[in-house]
C-alpha cells in the first residue's frame, strides 16, 4: 500500500511538474508573439517623423549658430551659454549610456526569447560595452601615432630646407664678399634671406593635424549616437497607441539635448567654414528620422519581441553604451576639466556652473528614462 501511494505521489508530481513546464513554454512563447498593432494611426506616426526631425535640428544647430554668427568674447553673455550648454551636453551623454543604452542592452539580454546560447552568460551587455571602448582606444592610439609620424615627417622637411637656405645664404655672403674685395667696394653684409612666415605656416599645418586628433573624439561620439537614433526611430514607429504619445513628448526632449551635446562638441572642432559641420549636424537630425521611416515600412510585419530584434538592439545598445562612456571620461570630463590648465585656473564661479550644468544635463537625461 505504501509503494502505491508512494507511486501515485511520484505520479503527480510528475504530472504537476510537466504542467508547469508546459505552462512556462506556453507564457515564454505568448510573450515573444508579435504584437499586432490592429489600430495604427499612420497620420500620427508620419507626424511624428516630423516633430522628431524638427527637434533634432533644432538642438544640433543652435549651438552652431550661435558660435558662428558673430564673433564673441570670453565672459560676454554668449559665451556663457555655450559653455554651460557645453558641459550640459557633456552631462547628456553620460547619462545616455548610463540610464538609457546600458539598462536597456541588459534587459535585452536577459530576454527569454533570445536564443539558449545567449541565455548562458549574464554579462553580454558589458561585455560588447567593454569592447567598443578598447576599440575606441585603439583607433585613438593609432591616430596620435599618426599625427607623431607626420610631425616628425614635416621636421625633418624643416630641418633639410633650413640647412638648404642656411648653404645658399652663405654661399651668397662669401660671393658678395669677394666681389667687395675685388671692387674694393665696401658694402654691408646682407642677412640671410629667412622665411618669416615658415614657421608660423607650419606650426598652423601641426596645429591641425592636433585637430584632426581632437575631431576623432567627437565623430565617434556622432557614430554613437547615430547607432542608438536608428533604434530610437524604430521603437516609437512600433509603439502602441496607448504609450505611443508619451514616449514621443519623452524622445522630443531627448533628441534636443543630444542635439546641443553633439552641436557643441562640434564648435570645440573649430572647424572653418559651414560645410562640415552642416553634414554632421544633418547626419544627426535624420538618423531617428530615418528609424521612424523603417519602423512605419515595416511595422505589419516587424516583430519587436524577436529574437533577431531584441539581438540586435542589444548589441547595439552596448556598443554605443561604449562608446559614450569612454567619450565622456576621456575625451570630455577628463581632459576638459583636470587636464585643462584652463578649467583648473578658471574663476571659482565658472567652475561651479559648469558642474551645476554637466550635473543638470546628467539629472534630466537621467529623468526621461523613465519615459523613454
Not at 22 to 34: F, L, R, Y
Not at 337 to 366: D, H, T, W
Request: glycine share 8%; with cysteine.
Amino acid at each position: 500500500m505504501t509503494c502505491i501511494s508512494h507511486w501515485v505521489s511520484c505520479l503527480v508530481l510528475s504530472l504537476f511538474l510537466a504542467g508547469v513546464s508546459a505552462q512556462d513554454a506556453t507564457s515564454v512563447k505568448n510573450e515573444c508573439a508579435a504584437e499586432i498593432n490592429y489600430d495604427y494611426d499612420m497620420p500620427m506616426r508620419i507626424g511624428a517623423l516630423f516633430i522628431i526631425f524638427g527637434t533634432s535640428a533644432l538642438g544640433v544647430f543652435t549651438p552652431m549658430i550661435m558660435h558662428r554668427i558673430s564673433p564673441y568674447s570670453k565672459g560676454s553673455s554668449r559665451d556663457w551659454m555655450l559653455t554651460m550648454g557645453k558641459f550640459f551636453g557633456t552631462g547628456v551623454i553620460l547619462a545616455t549610456a548610463f540610464v538609457h543604452m546600458l539598462p536597456e542592452a541588459l534587459e535585452n539580454f536577459a530576454s527569454p526569447c533570445l536564443d539558449a546560447g545567449w541565455q548562458t552568460y549574464g554579462a553580454f551587455a558589458g561585455v560588447f560595452c567593454m569592447i567598443s571602448s578598447f576599440a575606441l582606444q585603439l583607433l585613438e592610439l593609432a591616430a596620435v601615432a599618426n599625427i607623431e609620424r607626420l610631425r616628425a615627417k614635416r621636421a625633418a622637411e624643416n630641418m633639410s630646407m633650413d640647412l638648404e637656405k642656411t648653404q645658399q645664404s652663405s654661399a651668397s655672403l662669401e660671393t658678395s664678399s669677394t666681389e667687395t674685395t675685388a671692387g674694393n667696394s665696401p658694402m654691408e653684409s646682407t642677412p640671410a634671406c629667412v622665411d618669416h612666415g615658415h614657421d608660423h605656416v607650419h606650426s598652423a599645418g601641426l596645429f591641425e593635424e592636433g585637430d584632426a586628433f581632437k575631431h576623432i573624439g567627437t565623430l565617434v561620439l556622432e557614430l554613437g549616437i547615430v547607432m542608438h537614433s536608428i533604434i530610437v526611430g524604430i521603437t516609437l514607429a512600433n509603439t502602441g497607441n496607448d504609450g505611443f504619445i508619451t514616449l514621443l513628448i519623452a524622445l522630443v526632449f531627448h533628441q534636443f539635448f543630444e542635439g546641443v551635446a553633439l552641436g557643441t562638441r562640434i564648435n570645440d572642432m573649430e572647424i572653418q567654414g559651414w560645410k562640415r559641420p552642416a553634414l554632421m549636424g544633418i547626419l544627426f537630425m535624420i538618423m531617428t528620422p530615418i528609424g521612424c521611416a523603417i519602423g512605419i515600412g515595416i511595422h505589419s510585419s516587424f516583430n519587436s519581441n524577436s529574437s533577431a530584434s531584441i539581438l540586435a538592439s542589444a548589441v547595439l545598445d552596448s556598443l554605443s553604451a561604449g562608446i559614450l562612456l569612454y567619450n565622456a571620461y576621456i575625451s570630455l570630463m577628463s581632459q576638459e576639466i583636470n587636464q585643462n590648465p584652463e578649467f583648473r585656473q578658471a574663476p571659482l564661479l565658472r567652475k561651479f556652473v559648469c558642474f551645476i550644468s554637466m550635473y543638470g544635463g546628467a539629472g534630466l537625461m537621467a529623468l526621461l528614462g523613465k519615459w523613454a
